[in-house]
């Protein structure tokens, strides 16, 4: 089963350093096509800024990595940068840290801390998930079934993905392959009667948050 760590959502974060704005942005990308896109929305939107630094890594062996420096001294932007895409485990992910300049020079090792931080700052205010296999199940139901199976599935966090009415309910959700078998086994367990399923072929992929 495959499976890899994303960031939960997008996000952004600032950092102040001796007048320096540090303003942190991270983006959920999926191939190099995206990751420029989001990094030319950035350059557009802070096109007065000093410097828009950059790195991403790509892939299901983080086979995809770039950063750039953007006009800061080399090594002490874009690569402190990618070092924390890293060391979160993360991929498919892009973070651009712009920086508005305050004044004061802030050194070499004062400029790989700012984007570090600013960089850490977005990741966390992003949140991190696993993305991984899923299978598809179609579950069919009376319709006086229909508000329990929903409420057990909102506490056992499984994603429903729509639900169709016809002369029964069919309620299509998303589970991660490695418990899809017990998961039905449960169901068929707590429903009884009035109710059955389908798995579905072929998988999908499902965005499971980590606890922070």
């Not at 994303?6 to 600032?14: G, M, T, V």
């Not at 350059?43 to 420096?69: L, M």
């Not at 992910?93 to 977005?122: E, Q």
Request: hydrophobic share 40%; proline share 2%; with cysteine.
């Amino acid at each position: 089963m495959g499976e890899k760590i994303i960031l939960a959502k997008n996000a952004d974060a600032e950092l102040i350093e001796k007048k320096s704005r540090f303003i942190g942005h991270c983006a959920i990308v999926h191939n190099e096509e995206e990751a420029q896109a989001f990094i030319d929305t950035i350059k557009k939107h802070y096109w007065d800024a000093t410097h828009n630094v950059y790195a991403y890594q790509i892939g299901s062996h983080c086979e995809i990595q770039r950063s750039t420096d953007d006009g800061e001294p080399s090594g002490t932007a874009g690569r402190p940068v990618l070092e924390v895409i890293k060391g979160e485990n993360l991929t498919d992910t892009v973070v651009v840290v712009t920086r508005y300049f305050g004044g004061t020079l802030l050194g070499t090792g004062g400029l790989v801390r700012a984007y570090s931080k600013a960089a850490h700052m977005a990741i966390k205010a992003a949140g991190k998930a696993r993305f991984t296999e899923a299978s598809i199940v179609c579950l069919f139901m009376d319709y006086d079934l229909l508000g329990k199976v929903q409420n057990y599935l909102l506490r056992e966090m499984i994603v429903i993905d729509h639900i169709e009415y016809q002369n029964n309910a069919a309620v299509f959700c998303h589970v991660e392959q490695n418990i899809v078998n017990d998961f039905c086994r449960r169901l068929k367990e707590i429903f009884p009667h009035g109710m059955n399923y389908s798995i579905l072929e072929g998988t999908t992929w499902l965005s499971v948050p980590l606890e922070k």
